[in-house]
């Protein structure tokens, strides 16, 4: 075994790590044990279920409120812990535990899992996100269970702000009131607990390590303005468009001006991975959906919870396509951006738009779609999954095994990472020193 270990790439014991954890979780979900009739659930419906908890993604083809028990409701959760903090962090854990030291091989591994680049810093940097996230999401919970306990009772109550705390900050998406959080569209308090576990688990816990370490070290890293300024656009420009495309719609109508406000800025928050929906998806406008598509593609940032494309990665392309129509090099307050970094972006930019139209044409191909649902349902079927987000028009539950297997597969290569599930299919572990002339073509 131990032979076996040390033959695998980095990317392959990730890719193994949450194929095993997916394993053990779908089986715990077929099991009668799990749910409400104490009957077995399907084996598309259980992996489908545990494959959108452990990668975070909340989209859903049984209802998690009526269809799961509390014992299936608690795996749900398990593997959102797992998939947003990473496998590796719980792997350290247990290793702390035991009084081992990690070997230079598993510092690689969880290096590469948490997105870092010094591989010194492997070891506190699991420390401190298995101590910080148990900070926000108990403290995330506390302030829900002053709404849920006295709506709910206290057993329940409690229950249900540990499971909305957990699943917002993993930007996961599960709830179990079954309609999302439409009950909770005017309540502006749940809402603001919701985005703000939600913006705290997208944002990195780097980002936060170096925010609340600022009145120590006095500067930020290059990588923190960078995810700061580039949220902030990103929410500014959206929560706009946003505006003007659901005020001509008439979709907060119903709504009091401040509620409004907080179900736009929902709008705006909530497809960055999150999957948390205040509205029916199916009222919102056809630009709104558009917006929302993008918005599923970019997700969070690198080193976080969240899944997608990745803040960073879209602004280093921004910055590299003003450089080259300026002529000059890449560079983000003073200081200049690597060529590899460039290329990894272009990369993931090529696979990710690959994928997505890879699989929007095998759904489009084998899925026989109900009245009703037309190329925008299987678009955000697509995006959401990818982006692990979780959003849906309501079309998931229709499809059939081959779809399930199809958004599984999105879910696994938003969540690990495209370019990590690439890699580990590598068995050749060498350099290609070959070299070939350069040749003449034209571009554009």
């Known amino acids: 075994m131990q032979k076996v270990y040390k033959k695998l790439s980095i990317p392959q014991i990730l890719v193994i790590g949450f194929l095993s954890v997916l394993t053990v979780g779908g089986s715990l979900l077929m099991l009668p044990v799990a749910s409400q009739t104490q009957t077995f659930t399907g084996f598309w419906d259980a992996f489908f279920t545990a494959a959108s908890a452990l990668f975070v993604t909340g989209q859903i083809t049984l209802t998690t409120a009526t269809h799961w028990n509390l014992f299936g409701k608690t795996v749900i959760l398990s593997l959102i812990e797992i998939g947003g903090l990473g496998f590796m962090s719980f792997i350290v854990i247990f290793f702390f535990l035991l009084g081992k030291k990690l070997s230079l ?46 709506m709910l009772g206290f057993a329940k109550g409690a229950y249900y702000s540990i499971f909305h ?60 303005r960078l995810v700061l300024s580039a949220t902030l656009i990103i929410i500014g420009v959206s929560f706009i468009l946003f505006t003007i495309s659901e005020l001509k719609n008439g979709t907060f109508a119903h709504l009091k001006p401040f509620d409004q406000f907080m179900n736009t800025l929902f709008l705006v928050v909530t ?39 990745k803040t960073t990665t879209l602004s280093i392309l921004v910055l590299s396509l003003v450089a080259n129509l300026k002529r000059e090099e890449p560079h983000f307050q003073k200081r200049s951006i690597g060529k590899g970094r460039v290329d990894r972006a272009v990369l993931l930019l090529v696979v990710g738009i690959v994928l997505i139209s890879i699989a ?28 692990t987000v979780g959003l849906s ?52």
């Open 105 to 150: 091989r598993e510092k690689k591994v969880i290096q590469e899992s948490l997105n870092i680049d010094e591989i010194s810093q492997a070891k506190s940097l699991v420390k401190y996100v298995i101590l910080f996230s148990l900070a926000i999401q108990a403290m995330g919970a506390f302030l829900l269970s002053i709404r849920f306990i006295p």
């Open 165 to 224: 705390s957990i699943s917002a900050f993993c930007n996961a998406g599960f709830d179990l009131f079954g309609n999302s959080l439409i009950s909770f569209q005017e309540d502006p308090y749940v809402l603001a607990i919701i985005m703000s576990l939600i913006v705290i688990g997208g944002l990195g816990f780097i980002v936060w390590r170096d925010l609340l370490t600022y009145h120590k070290n006095k500067k930020l890293l290059l990588h923190t």
């Open 271 to 309: 497809p960055r991975t999150a999957g948390y929906a205040s509205i029916d998806y199916r009222s919102l406008s056809l630009a709104g959906l558009f917006i929302t598509l993008l918005l599923m593609f970019i997700g969070g940032s690198s080193g976080s919870t969240a899944g997608g494309f």
């Open 360 to 387: 929007t044409i095998l759904l489009l191909l084998t899925q026989t779609l109900p009245d009703g649902f037309g190329l925008e349902a299987v678009l955000v079927e697509v995006f959401s999954c990818f982006g």
């Open 393 to 444: 028009l309501g079309l998931t539950p229709y499809l059939n095994w081959f779809g399930k297997f199809v958004l599984i597969i999105l879910m696994f290569m938003g969540r690990v990472g495209t370019l990590t599930v690439i890699l580990s299919l590598n068995t050749v572990d060498k350099e290609n020193k070959v070299h070939y002339p350069e040749g003449s073509v034209l571009i554009g």
